[in-house]
């Protein structure tokens, strides 16, 4: 048997030699995909090597001749690999649509299972999405991808626009986040606000009782996430409930143990022992307000976790080819429909024109 999981049945990522040079570039011995229509569709997933280690990707498109987005996922340690489907596979009529699974998230957690203390670095993990992307773009015969992150996505969307613009049309930020400590502390004061004014004791326990950021507890972060989705969901339009119903590969015993140890894992990472993880390392600005691609941004106006003023004043600051910011009413940080439509429209009347 091959190094893949025997319950696929698709053409399969990992048959193929992946990108292994220093400076990321894709190794002359990828095999193209032959794309022989435009009605020839593309669905693959597997196991690519990069990074030093072998990571979970999948492709679904109904055009091989149709541009590429590349998703990068939240948390860390949220992949969409289980729900893209159902969020986004109206989108494969027109964008051939990839997702990863992070190092210490999902099936790439399932495959190389971290040592307790194996950090994760922002660095590392930039990396390795630029080399995902070189490599998909050459096996697709494409010259750049979309790139698209939320959330954490957004932090390591925006590190690899900065770091290899080369590779991409245009980045889309969605529940963008900026600073860790900018970030922190416009969510706190905003949501300490929204729970007094609610005359919510017990909520408001919890955020005095953690007190103002930053936080050395780790389990500050999800206190205090918790009362945010609470108060988001008063005035936010829910999600459909079929996004959250996973594909059978995605509900073994063994994928879901794996998706929730690379929950905790990547969110310790994250946050920190002592509030020392990867976020306490985030300063977008800091890396440069000019970039060489377009920046494109959807933002949920009641955004308690990435609050909307913190993002608009980021947006603000860029220079670049071109820039265009949604802000939706009716979202939050978590993705909605109004997102997923705000995200189409600038995908169609801007991003799109970009990629003839």
């Not at 409930?241 to 894992?265: C, M, Q, S, V």
Request: glycine fraction near 8%; proline fraction near 7%.
């Amino acid at each position: 048997m091959t190094t893949l999981r025997a319950l696929l049945l698709t053409p399969l990522l990992a048959l193929l030699p992946a990108p292994t040079t220093a400076d990321n570039a894709v190794s002359n011995d990828v095999a193209p995909f032959v794309c022989a229509s435009p009605a020839q569709k593309v669905d693959e997933k597997g196991f690519v090597s990069f990074g030093g280690i072998e990571q979970w990707v999948t492709v679904k498109g109904d055009s091989c001749a149709n541009p590429i987005i590349f998703f990068i996922s939240g948390g860390p340690g949220n992949p969409l690999s289980p729900y893209s489907d159902a969020m986004y596979g109206a989108w494969a009529k027109q964008f051939t649509l990839v997702q990863w699974d992070q190092r210490g998230a999902g099936m790439t957690y399932g495959r190389n299972p971290p040592a307790e203390d194996a950090a994760l670095t922002l660095k590392q993990m930039s990396d390795d999405g630029a080399e995902l992307a070189a490599y998909i773009a050459h096996r697709f015969g494409k010259p750049k991808v979309i790139l698209w992150g939320s959330s954490w996505g957004s932090i390591l969307g925006v590190h690899m626009a900065k770091a290899h613009p080369e590779l991409f049309y245009a980045y889309l930020g969605t529940s963008q986040l900026v600073s860790y400590r900018e970030n922190q502390a416009a969510s706190y004061a905003k949501l300490l606000g929204v729970v007094r004014a609610a005359d919510d004791a017990a909520s408001l326990a919890v955020l005095e009782g953690v007190g103002a950021p930053p936080w050395t507890d780790p389990r500050s972060f999800g206190k205090v996430r918790r009362v945010i989705r609470k108060y988001e969901a008063k005035v936010t339009t829910a999600p459909p409930e079929a996004w959250w119903i996973r594909p059978a590969e995605y509900t073994t015993p063994k994928a879901l143990a794996d998706y929730e140890a690379g929950e905790d894992y990547s969110f310790l990472n994250f946050v920190g022992l002592q509030g020392n993880g990867i976020f306490s390392q985030v300063d977008l600005p800091a890396l440069g307000t000019d970039f060489a691609i377009p920046m494109f941004f959807v933002e949920g106006a009641q955004d308690l976790l990435a609050t909307p003023d913190v993002a608009q004043r980021y947006y603000d600051s860029l220079k670049a080819p071109q820039k265009h910011l949604l802000l939706l009413e009716h979202a939050g940080h978590d993705p909605n429909q109004d997102v997923i439509d705000a995200e189409y429209k600038l995908l169609k009347d801007y991003i799109l024109p970009l990629t003839n």
